[in-house]
């Protein structure tokens, strides 16, 4: 069960980074390779001509849980194994949005054990059509599994990708979920199924939106408002992604995890955007519980 | 007494404003006051000839505190005051730290109370004879209290300033003090004294340490080093700093507590210095227990 898991997510890895390559026409992923843990293969690639940072970061990793984390992740096993893959990419254009997946496996040796994944999209500027394309590729891969998911995983995305201090969501959504336990929600292989799915979805779709922008012609002001959008995107990853967070607790090697953070930020005091601009607009539009898919 | 705080807080927040505005030479302070907990005046300085961004943060608030917040400060009166001045200041020449000062006061209904505060200095580049200088003025602030208080505020500094995920600490240090309660530590007015003793040092001390630097050329090499040192920066103060991480669950104005985070700012995955570069001697110094001030 492990080896297929870990020979999968490896395919999807492989597959994506190909496919981001090939859309960008220039950089190539950089992969260091760590076996402190199990297997870390950590790909970065590093100003392309269409991305600026990105990373597509795989592991595979078991060993013994300290207390802390047992009672944070509420299991009774010690003994773990985990495998996922990570991405988040910042593109150069501000027009091309953010995107960040994460599909992920974890088991105890008390038979604990579940999926966890998403998808989400921030773009720097919310384009209706862009959202629509968007939420409804991520519902067309929910309602191969079960009808019901897509709602109930998009509300997810709504909670978690939420930045409280700014009252925003970090961008669009999309899908997240957790605690996909096989014999409760489904058996082992279709939720198996369903998260190789959501990894396979990844690469179509985002290159599909990313193709859409990338020539499009962006001003100072754009560049600008790009970069403290990514100050919002540090923000959220670094004060409340639990991902993050629990690694950071647990010594894990902060570059493969702070890949995530984009190359060039900015922080301004209190910028506010013209009244009417496209940048007022896409604030209206970080909000929870919008009906993409169905507008 | 909380008049006298209040006064005695606002009169160090201007004092400190006008020597930096002399400082820079350009740029001016603007101020925002907010009154709906008490009184805060934000002021910030953007753009200037020798700071890019800077804030220098007042505020006085009442209330009543929430149980997890009681619980979280470990005090048993739930209305509160609590007064203090808060400041970063980022610069834009590389060779010139930046450096962070906060001074409060905090009392509850039941007779709890003490103060807090501290100076630490983060050169993008440690130079010796500055570090030198600035823990000697900061001893000297001590030592007009007590002799025994610099070295114990010097380790608390270390050790609050210090980025786990990184085995890195923040800058140089300097001095951090927290619960000195009046009547325990020392008289209210020893306090309080020794308080405001540390708010008048800084503006000589960091007006003296700009100086010596604001105009050193520097190349592209440098500039791009202190950006990536702010990375440094706001990783500490988004996924540590107590008094961010307080703010931003109590729900205070993020825009005046995120003064803090620079304007420009960059992240690369796994940058590594020259062997015997500046940059690579600064991160041999970014550790705890160096003893300048007796160097």
Redesign the interface.
């Known amino acids: 069960m492990r080896q297929r898991i870990i020979a999968e997510f490896k395919r999807i890895q492989n597959d994506i980074c190909a496919a981001l390559e090939e859309c960008d026409g220039k950089a190539k992923f950089h992969e260091?390779r760590y076996t402190d843990r199990g297997e870390a293969l950590t790909r970065?690639m590093?100003d392309g001509d269409v991305f600026e940072?990105g990373?597509v970061n795989f592991s595979a990793s078991s060993g013994t849980l300290p207390p802390a984390i047992l009672d944070q992740l509420n299991v009774k096993g010690s003994k773990y194994f985990a495998c996922g893959v990570s991405i988040v990419i910042h593109p150069q254009n501000p027009w091309v949005p953010i995107i960040h997946m994460n599909i992920r496996y974890f088991e105890t040796d008390q038979g604990e054990s579940w999926f966890g994944g998403g998808i989400d999209l921030t773009p720097h500027y919310v384009d209706d059509g862009e959202a629509k394309y968007f939420h409804e590729a991520m519902k067309a891969t929910c309602d191969k599994w079960k009808p019901e998911a897509f709602s109930d995983f998009k509300k997810q995305a709504d909670d978690y990708f939420y930045i409280?201090?700014?009252n925003e969501t970090r961008g669009i959504g999309g899908i997240f979920f957790d605690h996909l336990i096989p014999g409760s929600h489904g058996s082992f292989d279709e939720l198996f199924d369903f998260v190789v799915d959501v990894g396979d979805s990844f690469a179509p779709t985002y290159v599909y939106l990313v193709n859409r922008k990338k020539e499009k012609s962006f001003s100072d002001e754009n560049k600008q408002w790009q970069?403290l959008r990514r100050?919002r995107y540090?923000?959220f990853n670094?004060?409340y992604d639990r991902g993050t967070k629990f690694g950071?607790q647990t010594?894990w090697r902060?570059?493969s995890m702070?890949?995530s953070?984009?190359?060039?930020?900015?922080?301004?005091?209190?910028f506010a955007p013209n009244e009417g601009s496209d940048e007022a607009k896409t604030l209206t539009l970080l909000t929870k519980g919008v009906d993409w898919a169905d507008s």
């Open positions: 260091d970065v590093r940072k990373g409280p201090h700014r970069l100050g540090v923000e670094l004060v950071l010594g902060a570059e702070l890949m953070l984009p190359k060039h930020v900015s922080w301004e005091y209190k």
